[in-house]
């Protein structure tokens, strides 16, 4: 059915208009639409599709994914990338199976490791030199360009033990030469950060940037941090995958007072964090806010840059002749404690409150997941 929405604040979009209309096709119209149904937003904010460049939702597929639809609308999020649930060797599977039934976008990096993550950590993807099939994984990627956004490998002890640099080596080299950015999960050692951070191009993209872990921080040593914010400097890309043990208060703040900023704010949602630290990107982005971000550079950090990478429009949504895709929300006084991924606490002062989505010609409302 065709909308009116109205009485909202735009934000990260040029030119929106005081109302939007959106056709029975779900594209933006330049002109009123008779017999509309008008949505009233309420002087709520209205903002492109909030799109969470991290997730995990090859429900059934791994033993970690939530899925689709627990990641999506319901909390305010219209677009996604699952990081790296699959390898080559079950992507059909994902595409079928989540990809291609969902109302949001989903998009997928795909794992390095064949296997994916069908038992997370327990098995892990990246075992020894069987783990990878290069020519398999080249196939699969280029069979689904339309949908693949780019290279994960997880670049932590606890995946690739001995092997150490090797495997992120080898997702470079597959990345380079699909033309396609490399997610890296930063972790436990080895290898070392600094080693990982040697392999990376502008376009690349670092998942956990603020993590607290030991000998696996960018916080570990100044010159750490010095590296990282070169590196940010030049277009490599830090992405937040808050997740389960991936987020730390104290490596935020210092990188942020330090002028090392995240490009983009994701969750590293699964089933193992859904029901906390984590929640949802509403309470992510909350999170962020409080650790020194500005509102402008939260909503950029779901909105435009991460979306940019799913090869989607930001700024534009309001164009006629678009597919609509927004996210109505507010931000609202709050004096709620949180908790990062290693038990330390802050006190949220403000709070993203996601009220409705808006994908096509559907309206759905939204709420945040956390109490």
Known sequence: MALRLTNFRPVGLDNAPAEIFVGDDGLVAG???????????????????????????????????????????????????????????????????????????????????????????????LIDLR??????????????????????????????????????????????????????????????????FDILTPGDIVTHCFNGKKAGSIRDTKALLAQAQQLAG?????????????????????????????????????????????????????????VGLSFDEVIAGVTERPRSVLGLGASGGATPGQKADFTVFDVDAANIDAVDSLGGHLTLEKRFEPRLTVIGASAMPAARRSA
């Open 131 to 196: 783990s990878i099939d290069v020519d398999r994984t080249l196939a699969v990627a280029e069979a689904n360009r339309d949908v693949i956004c780019g290279i994960k490998v997880r670049a932590s002890g606890v995946i690739s033990g001995a092997w150490g640099i090797t495997p992120a080596k080898i997702a470079k080299r597959v990345a380079e030469i699909l033309d396609l950015p490399l997610m890296v999960h930063i972790g436990e050692p080895p290898p070392l950060i600094d080693e990982v």
């Open 31 to 125: 002109t009123p639409i008779t017999g509309a149904e008008t949505i009233d937003c309420k002087g709520a904010y209205l903002s492109p599709g909030w799109c969470d460049l991290h997730v995990h939702v090859w429900h059934g597929g791994t033993d970690i994914s939530v899925r689709a639809s627990e990641a999506g609308r319901k909390t305010g999020v219209t677009a996604m990338a699952d990081a790296g649930s699959s390898g080559e060797a079950a992507f059909h599977g994902l595409r079928e199976y989540v990809i291609e039934q969902q109302q949001e976008t989903v998009r997928a990096f795909l794992n390095i490791g064949s296997i994916g993550l069908v038992a997370c950590n327990r098995v892990p993807e």
């Open 234 to 290: 030049s277009g490599v890309r830090m992405d937040i995958g808050h997740g389960v043990a991936s987020f730390s208060f104290d490596t935020a703040r210092e990188a942020i007072a330090n002028g090392l900023k995240p490009w983009s704010i994701s969750t590293d949602l699964h089933l193992r964090n859904v029901n906390g630290p984590v929640y949802d990107l509403a309470t992510t982005m909350s999170k962020l806010l409080a």
